[in-house]
């Protein structure tokens, strides 16, 4: 609960401080409501709309979620293939620093021509964009050796090729929050840019209708319930973390 407080709280800061500083250019330079709304604007808007970009938020979220989750199992997967020694883990390893390399976002239209612009694009976009940071991580986890753990079960002749990925993955447990919680942040992102792009759904799909609207309101209203929403679930794994790394402490 702390640790969601404090990103609140951060986030509100931020978000604060940004608003302000509109607003004190809005009055000091003398910009009309038609391109800065004023504060009762905001609210009205906030009053009129506020139930819908909840349930527009939500949706991302959702969506931003699985994504997440389908890209930790799938850097998972493949970052194990590629910690292997033989053939096919070399050749996982090179496949992976160099697709990484390529800009998901310029595939995207690809992506919506072939799966259209419903939530299966949605997520393999989201999914894709924090999937390459993820693998790198992992890859580099599994392939930086704990000596002085490693070296007592290999006199003891216990190690096998999981036992060691085991021991290494526990040894930089911290790091591997440190990835997820950053990885979460752009499963958000990836799934705000794939709606603003061509969905039909989502606080994304809001945001590209209220600038062909000019409606500068409603994407504050937007940024605001964006910036909460990744404060909870950041929060959230973060808060899961902590619990995973005492329950592996205690055992």
């Known amino acids: ?33 038609y391109l800065i709304p004023s504060p009762a604007e905001f609210l009205h808007v906030i009053r009129e709309d506020g139930p819908d970009y909840v349930i527009y938020s939500l949706n991302t979220l959702g969506v931003a979620v699985y994504g997440h989750i389908i890209a930790i199992l799938l850097a998972s997967l493949i970052a194990v293939i590629g910690s292997l ?82 021991i290494r993955l526990f040894e930089n447990l911290d790091k591997l929050l440190t990835v997820l919680t950053g990885t979460a942040t752009l499963a958000m992102v990836g799934t705000i840019v794939a709606e603003f792009l061509a969905a039909t759904a989502g606080i994304g799909h809001a945001i590209k209708i209220a600038l062909y609207q000019d409606n500068l309101a409603r994407i504050l209203l937007a940024l605001m319930l964006i910036g909460i929403c990744s404060s909870f679930y950041l929060a959230v794994i973060e808060m899961l973390g902590r619990i995973f790394s005492r329950v592996l402490q205690k055992g």
């Open 1 to 33: 609960m702390n640790g969601l407080l404090g990103r609140l709280f951060q986030f509100s800061a931020i978000y604060g401080c940004f608003v302000g500083l509109l607003w004190l250019a809005k009055y000091g330079m003398g910009f009309s409501d």
């Open 85 to 166: 020694k033989s053939t096919m883990g070399v050749v996982t390893r090179v496949a992976a620093y160099n697709l990484q390399a390529y800009p998901i976002v310029a595939v995207s239209p690809i992506i919506f021509i072939f799966l259209g612009d419903g939530l299966a694009s949605r997520l393999l976009i989201a999914s894709l964009i924090c999937y390459f940071p993820l693998l790198l991580s992992l890859l580099g986890i599994f392939s930086q050796p704990v000596e002085d753990v490693e070296h007592f079960f290999v006199e003891t002749g216990r190690i096998n090729h999981r036992l060691r990925l085991a």
